[in-house]
């Protein structure tokens, strides 16, 4: 049933991170002082800055805790918070400290190489979601880890909820193990 096609290809596409800076944050004045920023108190308590290079996003919170998106390596993270910093520097906040980041979650898509048979795997393939009329892709949680699929029948996926960028390959490989025995019965 499965026919396989090539090998299995993934990428990060996004890196969610948090980190506290450790001074408290002036939002409005940030909203005032510095361009690409986003600040509506009435709506959420955060101030979204918008990072041009490298492009990311980052939810500042007035507590000094912010959380980083958008960052396809842990390189463009630490670049993305030091240019938080230094904006915060042309405001006199001096952070101090060397901020500790905590990686909250990695996205990756990518192929694993083989057509699936979507309306076979969720009978099949335990703790799966597939309803094609709301969404044509099938949801499956990996048990044993804490990754989350989504899995097109054109061997397309994205894989959610790891916090490594080895966690991501061995989730996929074991994925691809688990489709394998199901599909070749």
Same mark, same amino acid.
């Given at each position: 049933m499965a026919k396989k096609v090539g090998k299995k290809s993934i990428e990060i596409v996004n890196i969610v991170v948090s980190t506290a800076l450790e001074k408290d944050i002036p939002l409005e004045k940030m909203a005032a002082t510095l361009p690409n920023t986003e600040y509506n108190p009435e709506q959420f308590p955060g101030l979204v800055l918008r990072i041009k290079d490298p492009k990311t996003s980052a939810l500042i919170f007035s507590s000094g805790k912010v959380v980083c998106t958008g960052a396809r390596? #842990?390189?463009?993270?630490?670049k993305s918070i030091l240019q938080i910093i230094k904006s915060l520097k042309k405001m006199d906040i001096v952070v101090t400290i060397k901020p500790e980041i905590t990686v909250q979650n990695i996205v990756a898509s990518g192929s694993i190489g083989m057509d699936l048979n979507l309306n076979v795997l969720g009978?099949? #393939?335990?703790?799966? /979601?597939? /309803?094609?009329?709301?969404?044509? *892709?099938?949801?499956? @949680?990996? @048990? *044993?880890?804490?990754?989350? &699929? #989504?899995? &097109?029948?054109? *061997?397309?996926?994205?894989c959610t909820g790891t916090k490594t960028e080895e966690a991501v390959h061995e989730a996929t490989d074991k994925l691809i193990e688990n489709l394998e025995k199901i599909l070749n019965k």
């Open positions: 390596t #842990l390189d463009a993270v630490d009978v099949k #393939l335990p703790n799966t /979601e597939y /309803e094609p009329e709301q969404f044509p *892709g099938l949801v499956h @949680k990996l @048990k *044993g880890t804490n990754a989350t &699929f #989504l899995l &097109f029948s054109n *061997g397309k996926i994205v």
